[in-house]
């Protein structure tokens, strides 16, 4: 966890202190910049530094343009780095070699030669927030001219290794606010019970219930029921505790410069259906996926059927954007499809009513469907398909 190394520490506390004593105004903005491009850089390397430069530089100039075909062209281009440093391998293995081994090879040296020892630092980051970007100048909206600007827009240290996913026009007014203005106690004081409330979700639970699962996890079917439902339910708290600690973490950081990040996690667990956990869970993410995938097909615009398909393909895409594996698919899927339930089973007269009858006496059966559903999913998560099945046979006492 690159918040928690000695380095960070001592490189955060250095950029928050010097931040509040460089000039206001343009060279502060140029300070923190330089801060952000030292903190990719020692973290990424030249080779993960590289395609990103060319990213940001395609996305500036396509925007800056205001031509659409150029702006859509800087779309596609972005997308295809995401695909070129995180998937090739996987569409190379997946979707090349069952039928064309010979030339499944071939292209597998060709990219190797070229390839980087791991995808570029962030990538999925950046893609995903320049795609933003660029879908919305092409919309209508003012780019950033400010170069200084859209670099602190792309870099951003506190939220550039997992988010939250940031939209341009609520992130450029607040920088441009913190670079003119005097520190306020409130933003310290946030910032480190932000801070601190991080760490201790990310080393007090998420790293203990990840020793414990390692430990229990190779034996579980020697394991009675109440141990395998205790694994299942430790997988879940330890993501819930693992990634909004981790969120927490680039939040305060981000609040001791007087930037506000946007929340990314609403007490998902309390969701009583698929659609309202997707709206607490992650939502940097989720609000992406619908306002860039699910609406541009159709959104809530076409009839039942299509939204549902449009669902199904959001979340496949949603989870394939998590690796590049097969678990991570079936995952998007396993959601795409329990928010189709949640669209369908409203319109079967039968089946409607006496779900509405037992959800309004007994609402915390809705809860309880809602979780054990999330809970289960989360196997597809971390496993690879057949491990997951075998485990939630396993919760079920069939193996």
Not at 270 to 285: D, M, V
């Amino acid at each position: 966890m690159i918040f928690t190394t000695p380095w960070f520490v001592v490189f955060a506390t250095i950029s928050v202190a010097l931040f509040w004593l460089v000039p206001k105004g343009q060279i502060r903005l140029l300070y923190l910049a330089t801060m952000c491009a030292v903190f990719h850089t020692h973290f990424a390397g030249p080779a993960g530094v590289a395609p990103i430069v060319v990213m940001i530089l395609a996305t500036y100039g396509a925007a800056m343009t205001r031509k659409e075909g150029l702006i859509v062209g800087a779309m596609i281009f972005n997308v295809l780095a995401l695909v070129f440093y995180k998937y090739v391998n996987f569409v190379l293995g997946a979707g090349v070699a069952p039928w064309f081994p010979e030339l499944a090879k071939l292209l597998d040296g060709k990219v190797e030669a070229v390839m980087p020892g791991a995808p570029p630092l962030a990538i999925s980051f950046f893609t995903f927030e320049f795609v933003h970007y660029l879908f919305e100048v092409k919309r209508g909206g003012e780019p950033v001219r400010n170069p200084i600007k859209f670099l602190l827009f792309a870099i951003f240290f506190p939220s550039l290794v997992a988010g939250p996913i940031k939209r341009y026009t609520q992130f450029i007014p607040e920088v441009e606010e913190a670079a003119r203005r005097m520190p306020k106690w409130e933003d310290f004081s946030e910032g480190f019970r932000r801070i601190g409330l991080g760490v201790a979700k990310k080393v007090l639970v998420a790293d203990q219930l990840t020793y414990w699962i390692d430990q229990v996890h190779p034996a579980l079917e020697q394991e009675g029921l109440m141990t395998r439902w205790a694994f299942l339910v430790a997988v879940g708290i330890r993501i819930l505790f693992d990634f909004s600690g981790y969120t927490d973490i680039a939040i305060g950081c981000s609040r001791l410069i007087g930037v506000r990040l946007p929340e990314n996690f609403n007490w998902p667990y309390l969701a009583t259906n698929i659609q309202e956990f997707w709206q607490r869970w992650h939502i940097s993410l989720s609000s992406w996926i619908r306002d860039y995938i699910y609406i541009p097909l159709g959104g809530n615009r076409v009839s039942w059927m299509r939204r549902v398909m449009n669902g199904v393909v959001a979340f496949a895409l949603c989870g394939l954007w998590h690796g590049p594996a097969w678990n991570f698919v079936a995952w998007g899927l396993y959601h795409g499809l329990g928010l189709a339930v949640c669209l369908v089973y409203p319109r079967i007269p039968g089946l409607a009513k006496g779900a509405e009858w037992l959800f309004t006496k007994e609402p915390l059966v809705k809860l309880f469907l809602t979780q054990l559903f999330v809970f289960l999913g989360w196997l597809l998560f971390f496993y690879p398909i057949p491990e997951a099945l075998r485990l939630a046979k396993l919760l079920f006492g069939l193996s």
